[in-house]
T-cell receptor, first 113, second 111 residues
Framework: GQQLNQSPQSMFIQEGEDVSMNCTSSSIFNTWLWYKQDPGEGPVLLIALYKAGELTSNGRLTAQFGITRKDSFLNISASIPSDVGIYFCAGPPYTGTASKLTFGTGTRLQVTL | DAGITQSPRHKVTETGTPVTLRCHQTENHRYMYWYRQDPGHGLRLIHYSYGVKDTDKGEVSDGYSVSRSKTEDFLLTLESATSSQTSVYFC??????????FGSGTRLTVV
């Protein structure tokens, strides 16, 4: 099936640092979504992107829809301890139905004080 | 609160036994989904439903069946549980066009 590759798989950063992660696909996506999962909970939607090149912010989070439509990026500025969790990208492939999302493998973020 | 609950939250069962997980929503959404989450694989779609009695398979549907006799309930059944089905199971609903809302998950251990 469709694969979304996220990198890095995991990262340790210090509080206050900026974080960057990305998601790539072998095929075109027409929507990119970024989710965060806290320990013991389900993923929660952070940002949705709908157009190639789009840049969208949600507080300290900024995400971009790659111009090729095969990738997306998430940046977190000035990280804090509550940023700890797993970040997933997701989307419906261009050739697929919008009712089914494919998820990436996740980037696990850990923040040290 | 998104109005989606999963039960049970945790379950330990023996190999070969049937297991049913329940997802309940209070918001009357048409689409409901079951995913499993495993390390290194992210979230993978098991089955989904686009209405009462309307269901379809996802990418990892072998060994699982689903039923939706009411809009609010979507049941996932493992007919004969195996150790490879030890996982965390998430139910989701689709409130609009911008992605899903997930439940808190069911942690299933098959021993």
């Amino acid at each position: 099936g469709q694969q979304l590759n996220q990198s890095p798989q995991s990262m340790f950063i210090q509080e206050g640092e900026d974080v960057s992660m990305n998601c790539t696909s072998s095929s075109i996506f027409n929507t990119w979504l970024w989710y965060k999962q806290d320990p013991g909970e389900g993923p929660v939607l952070l940002i949705a992107l709908y157009k190639a090149g789009e840049l969208t912010s949600n507080g300290r989070l900024t995400a971009q829809f790659g111009i090729t439509r095969k990738d997306s990026f998430l940046n977190i500025s000035a990280s804090i301890p509550s940023d700890v969790g797993i970040y997933f990208c997701a989307g419906p492939p261009y050739t697929g139905t919008a009712s089914k999302l494919t998820f990436g493998t996740g980037t696990r973020l850990q923040v040290t004080l | 609160d998104a109005g989606i609950t999963q039960s049970p939250r945790h379950k330990v069962t023996e190999t070969g036994t049937p297991v049913t997980l329940r997802c309940h929503q209070t918001e009357n959404h048409r689409y409901m989904y079951w995913y499993r989450q495993d390390p290194g694989h992210g979230l993978r779609l098991i089955h989904y439903s686009y209405g009462v009695k309307d269901t379809d398979k996802g990418e990892v549907s072998d060994g699982y069946s689903v039923s939706r006799s009411k809009t609010e309930d979507f049941l996932l059944t493992l007919e004969s549980a195996t150790s490879s089905q030890t996982s965390v199971y998430f139910c989701a609903i689709r409130p609009g066009t911008a992605g899903y809302t997930f439940g808190s998950g069911t942690r299933l251990t098959v021993v």
